[in-house]
């Protein structure tokens, strides 16, 4: 399958191809870790693509974690474990992933639906870099017992603010609804916004402009906060 995607230029399938691939591997135990992670990172120096690369390097840093959030501690009881390098790891796919940011903007999710967790939302209307985005949310709200740092607060910050910047003249966006309503939700969480400042922004999502989805979410989490 991954050769004649090749052959086909048909990047989507070839991330398809290397996925199923890599799930024959037995990740639970070690040599099936380092097997899977094999696997893209010979198919990322085969890569010519920016998206290509971009995926790829996504996909590696989500094994890597993955990886250290099933085997934490066994990991951890290992004296020869380098925790810091499975860490910088992660960062580092996470970095290369984010080179070609530009050129992911216009790539739909729902062609890379191998990649793709799921959701409530149409894939269609969410591109490779929103991914990207989202995937690199998650990770440094869970980075290896460093969660609430004051790094990781600003780094999730600066990840939140590059969706924003794309949408900044799109004022009714309900993908930069979704991510702005998760945003206030986390900065909430995070004691870095105010009660009244924090009421006054989700009221925003209540427009009638807005989508059914993103009116209803807002709503559910005001009567949430404030029950």
Not at 31 to 56: H, R, T
Not at 165 to 190: G, M, P, S, T, Y
């Amino acid at each position: 399958l991954y050769k004649k995607a090749v052959l086909e230029n048909q990047e989507a399938e070839q991330i398809k191809a290397l996925v199923y691939k890599a799930d024959l591997e037995n990740e639970i135990t070690e040599d099936g870790f380092d097997n899977s992670i094999k696997i893209f990172k010979e198919a990322l120096k085969k890569a010519q693509s920016p998206v290509m690369q971009s995926v790829i390097h996504t996909i590696l840093a989500k094994k890597y974690n993955d990886y250290y959030t099933k085997q934490k501690w066994t990991l951890l009881n290992r004296k020869n474990w380098n925790r810091n390098a499975f860490k910088d790891s992660i960062e580092m796919h996470f970095k290369a992933a984010m080179i070609h940011a530009k050129a992911l903007q216009s790539v739909y999710i729902d062609q890379y639906s191998a990649v793709v967790l799921g959701g409530s939302e149409p894939l269609k209307n969410y591109s490779l870099f929103h991914l990207l985005i989202a995937e690199q949310i998650q990770y440094y709200s869970n980075d290896f017992d460093n969660v609430g740092s004051k790094e990781n607060k600003e780094k999730i910050t600066e990840l939140y603010n590059a969706v924003f910047q794309i949408h900044q003249n799109e004022q009714w966006n309900d993908i930069a609804a979704r991510f702005k309503l998760d945003f206030l939700v986390w900065k909430k969480q995070n004691e870095l916004i105010k009660d009244d400042a924090f009421l006054a922004e989700l009221i925003i999502y209540t427009h009638p402009e807005y989508t059914s989805s993103i009116k209803a979410t807002a709503w559910y989490i005001t009567a949430n906060t404030f029950a």
